[in-house]
């Protein structure tokens, strides 16, 4: 990779809009540490789900639209002569989507500085050779004029991330590994007590990739090396381009190592047609997006891979199978594996005692063919959960008062490993430890993780078929004295109902306490039950309770709230009608919707039309313009059953 001289402006992402307009119109501005700039810029605003249909340069003409709900017109960062972009903390939270940085560099951009980054987007930085820093006198040498050389990027980072650097990204490091003209240094540890993740990422450590050789002694935090994947799973939002990054890397007779253990699902956009906006249907996005799913099915035919697509009922389309974490967890993970997905929240697979993280098309790519991933070996945080929940408080309550911890807030988490553990996990289902699961990529977290137990050894049993003993030989267990970054410990019975506001995950508060902070009771559009998070069987098991008492009552969906429950994957279903949910879902006014990630990615029913439509949500993130450009507070499933009968935000129907 060549030197650094800037030639072109620097954008710098500021709260002040007007200023950050200003710049937009030509206006060049230098660094000033006290200027504030926008902090947690989403994945989702650098390029909104709708940009995403695109994976080649037409992403440039949308980088940044989605900023702040729409503050950047489509072509204003590619025609703005931008060579730097800068932002402040948690640059590039939220989805694992490498369209972000790759729209970035597409518009020219050669370098983003932010004063912290999450790991997957910056990842993906280091993958495509879009140079980052969070070293300020970096860029006041370079707004002076000074040449800056790419090692000074990278001289912080890991052995192997610093040498994908200065290598010009991950394939052409890659290409030397495979040929053996690049081989990473081992990490070299004597006997070390290891949390669960470095026991797990201990035995799947490559030792030589020529001879397939796998397992060190030991690894500890900041070791850099490449794991073997057990599985490696994409959806039709990013397959395509993970495709056109495999044959423009590896060449068009390139083929899927070991296909058995690649999945493809097509769980995203299943009802995208029915919520596409004209504007957007005028971009031509609805063909563009067609396109998506068209050339994943191509690339699962030329190299024989399951393709969980969508399924008919009684000769009517009903959806998707899954939504690929569901499935995952239904079907596919074990205890001790080590998983990659082309989504952040592939981390809930960890609630069944696997390692299991998100990553970009571009790794994903080089997984394909290698099998294996890069990984820094991350700290881990543990989480200590005791007693137990008061009535009418679950996971997702716990979770959203994790978040709005100061700790957390302030970044603990980030990059590390989310590890629960405690007494008050044993009292808690299956579906709702994967809530906990699920939701650490929100802390900023690499993953999350839960030591399989007798509640996971049963249910697989069970789901799969397989017997104890061989369950049992693949459980990992944390060591005692293993080193912790950090220990939190959550007393259960002090977490109340939670909810949180617009515009972040991490903005929780006590939902008794709501009204009095925003001075009126928050009457809502929307209630929404669904997405990876809120559509397992455990929340049907709470929205239901809810309808039961509702309908007992006499009661219905309130006059002009709109309230849909949407099913995780068809077993999912099949439980709720097994049950009888079905008949009360749709007694009470609910609509059902078959499985998709739907409203969660403003791509189904359940997403608002507009700026002011309110919504509960039973998602995980609420970033700007994610699930439409209205407001979109998170709750519990209680929570949004609740309210959708009430018409307002409430914690019951005694509220």
């Given at each position: 990779?060549?030197n ?15 200023l950050l ?7 060049r501005?230098?660094?000033?540490p ?24 037409t ?13 950047i017109?489509?072509?204003?960062v590619?025609d ?15 989805s694992?989507r ?9 518009c020219g ?11 997957i ?5 280091q993958?495509?050779?879009l140079l ?7 860029l006041?040498?370079?707004e002076r004029?000074?040449?800056v050389?790419?090692?000074e ?10 040498a ?7 394939f052409?490091y ?6 053996g ?6 990490p070299v ?18 030792r ?13 935090p900041g ?16 397959t ?21 253990s ?8 299943t009802f ?5 906006p004209?504007?957007?249907r ?5 063909e563009?997006?067609?396109e998506?799913?068209?050339?994943q099915r ?22 998707s ?18 998983v ?9 697979a ?6 299991a993280?998100?990553?970009g ?14 990984v ?6 543990r ?8 009535a ?5 309550d716990?979770m ?5 911890l100061?700790?957390?807030k ?36 690499f993953?999350?993780i839960i030591?399989?137990?007798a509640?996971v ?15 049992e ?10 080193v912790?970054?950090?220990?939190i ?9 939670m909810?949180?506001?617009p515009?972040?995950?991490r903005?929780?508060m ?15 559009d ?6 990876c998070?809120?559509g ?18 006499g ?9 849909y ?5 068809q ?15 749709e007694?009470?006014?609910a609509?059902?919707?078959d499985?998709s990630c ?14 002011e439509?309110v ?24 929570v ?16």
């Amino acid at each position: 990779m060549s030197n650094f001289e800037l030639t072109g402006r620097v954008l710098y992402l500021t709260e002040d809009l007007a200023l950050l307009d200003r710049q937009l119109a030509g206006e060049r501005l230098t660094f000033d540490p006290l200027r504030p700039l926008c902090n947690s810029v989403s994945t989702d605003e650098l390029t909104p789900a709708w940009a995403c249909y695109y994976y080649d340069q037409t992403l440039a003409r949308y980088c940044l639209v989605g900023l702040r709900g729409g503050k950047i017109a489509r072509d204003s960062v590619r025609d703005g002569g931008f060579q730097v972009i800068v932002s402040g903390a948690s640059k590039g939270c939220g989805s694992s989507r490498e369209t972000a940085p790759y729209a970035e560099l597409a518009c020219g951009v050669r370098a983003v500085f932010a004063q912290s980054f999450e790991k997957i987007y910056l990842q993906n930085c280091q993958n495509i050779g879009l140079l980052a820093s969070s070293d300020f006198s970096l860029l006041e040498r370079l707004e002076r004029g000074e040449t800056v050389e790419p090692g000074e990027f990278s001289a912080k980072l890991s052995p192997i991330s610093r040498a994908i650097v200065e290598a010009g990204g991950l394939f052409a490091y890659n290409a030397a590994r495979l040929q053996g003209a690049l081989a990473p240094a081992l990490p070299v540890h004597g006997a070390r007590a290891m949390t669960l993740a470095e026991k797990i990422l201990a035995r799947r450590a490559v030792r030589d990739a020529k001879r397939g050789e796998l397992g060190l002694d030991a690894v500890a935090p900041g070791d850099a090396l490449f794991a073997r994947a057990d599985l490696r799973f994409s959806h039709e939002y990013v397959t395509p381009m993970a495709d056109a990054l495999f044959r423009a890397g590896f060449g068009e007779a390139a083929r899927v190592a070991d296909p058995d253990s690649v999945l493809l699902f097509r769980d995203h956009l299943t009802f995208l047609e029915s919520v596409m906006p004209a504007p957007h249907r005028a971009l031509g996005l609805l063909e563009q997006s067609r396109e998506l799913a068209s050339v994943q099915r191509a690339f699962a035919l030329r190299h024989g891979l399951r393709l969980f697509g969508e399924v008919e009922r009684d000769g009517e389309p009903a959806g998707s199978e899954a939504i690929c974490h569901n499935k995952i967890i239904e079907d596919f993970a074990l205890p001790g594996e080590l998983v990659i997905g082309t989504d952040s929240h592939t981390c809930m697979a960890g609630v069944l005692g696997c390692l299991a993280f998100g990553v970009g098309s571009t790794d994903m790519a080089n997984a394909w063919l290698t099998r294996d991933v890069r990984v820094d070996v991350p700290e881990t945080v543990r989480v200590v959960l005791t007693a137990e929940l008061d009535a009418g408080v679950c996971a997702k309550d716990v979770m959203l008062f994790l978040l709005a911890l100061p700790e957390i807030k302030q970044g603990c988490a980030v990059g590390k490993v989310l590890e629960f553990a405690g007494p008050g996990l044993s009292r808690m289902s299956l579906g709702e430890r994967a809530t906990l699961t699920n939701m650490a990529v929100e802390a900023g977290a690499f993953t999350g993780i839960i030591e399989a137990d007798a509640v996971v050894l049963e249910y697989l049993q069970e789901a799969r078929g397989l017997t104890l003993a061989a369950l049992e030989a693949r459980v990992v267990r944390a060591d005692p004295g293993a080193v912790y970054a950090r220990t939190i410990e959550i007393d259960l019975g002090q977490v109340p109902v939670m909810i949180a506001v617009p515009s972040d995950p991490r903005s929780g508060m006590p939902l008794a306490m709501l009204e009095q902070r925003l001075g009126k009771e928050v009457r809502i559009d929307i209630a929404y039950g669904g997405s990876c998070t809120g559509g397992k069987m455990s929340d049907m098991d709470m929205y239901a309770s809810v309808i039961r008492e509702a309908l007992a009552r006499g009661l219905r969906v309130a006059p002009g709230v709109l309230f849909y429950l949407q099913f995780g994957s068809q077993r999912v279903r099949r439980y709720a009608a097994e049950r009888g949910y079905i008949e009360l879902f749709e007694r009470v006014g609910a609509s059902l919707l078959d499985p998709s990630c739907g409203a969660c990615i403003r791509a189904g029913p359940g997403t608002s039309s507009s700026a002011e439509q309110v919504t509960v949500s039973a998602v995980n993130r609420n970033f700007p313009g994610r699930s439409g450009p209205g407001q979109v507070y998170l709750a519990s499933p209680r929570v949004i059953a609740a309210s959708a009968i009430a018409g307002k935000i409430v914690g019951s129907l005694s509220d």
